[in-house]
């Protein structure tokens, strides 16, 4: 079993609804966990982070953790075309030199 | 602030040539990295180093070397050039704060250079 998994998509979705994307992993270790956006031809940018369980909410953006579950989940509400991009979890333990892992990314397309 | 510059942005090299990809950052991080990212592979990571002067293997290292002289700068080498690193490659550095009982590291990304190797 990979220790990231995340479904690669296309997830095609018309404008303004509310967008789910996920991630499983497999180690109950990982602390902190994390989405990142990347738009086409560009670098991964840090959108949003959690520590633990719970929800955090930016925005349209929340993310929630479930590690009862090892299932993580990011929510886009109100989507734009401007959403259009890859997603990509990520998740690390809690010691400072402790390796990012991340997944293998959501392709997502809001269509007007 | 540039944030995390990468130069070239895109290069063609043929099997068996040499080239250094050069990743700056002007924000004062002690951590810095080298990634790949192929279709359907996700990020991998290649080498990293924890500070000036130091550099550890990371998933996928063979191929590549790498050097860090100066804080700023994260050099990455193929010495010999193989078609299998044909890829677009990365560069991140990063700051780690106090985050409940742990660290949250926060890494930034550089633009990528698009390397084919023929």
């Known amino acids: 079993q990979k220790e990231v998994e995340q479904d690669p998509g296309p997830l095609s979705v018309p404008e303004g609804a509310i967008v789910s994307l996920n991630c499983t992993y497999s180690?109950?270790?990982?602390?902190?966990f994390m989405w990142y956006r990347q738009y086409s031809r560009k670098g991964p940018e840090l959108l949003m982070y959690t520590y633990s369980s719970g929800n955090k909410e930016d925005g349209r953006f929340t993310a929630q953790v479930d590690k009862s579950s090892k299932y993580i989940s990011l929510f886009i509400r109100d989507s734009q075309p401007s959403d259009s991009a890859t997603y990509l979890c990520a998740m690390t333990y809690m010691n400072r030199d402790d390796k990012i892992i991340f997944g293998k990314g959501t392709r997502l397309h809001i269509l007007p | 602030n540039a944030g995390v510059t990468q130069t070239p942005k895109f290069r063609v090299l043929k099997t068996g040539q040499s080239m250094t990809l050069l990743c700056a950052q002007d924000?004062?991080?002690?951590?810095m990295y080298w990634y790949r990212q192929d279709p359907g592979m996700g990020l991998r990571l290649i080498h990293y180093s924890v500070g000036e002067g130091t550099t550890a293997k990371g998933e996928v290292p063979d191929g590549y070397n790498v050097s860090r002289l100066k804080k700023q700068n994260f050099l990455l080498g193929l010495e010999s050039a193989a078609p299998s690193q044909t890829s677009v490659y990365f560069c991140a550095s990063s700051y780690s704060q106090k985050s409940g009982t742990g660290y949250q590291e926060t890494q930034y990304f550089g633009p990528g250079t698009r390397l084919l190797v023929l």
């Open positions: 924000m004062n991080h002690e951590y």
């Open positions: 180690n109950s270790a990982f602390q902190y």
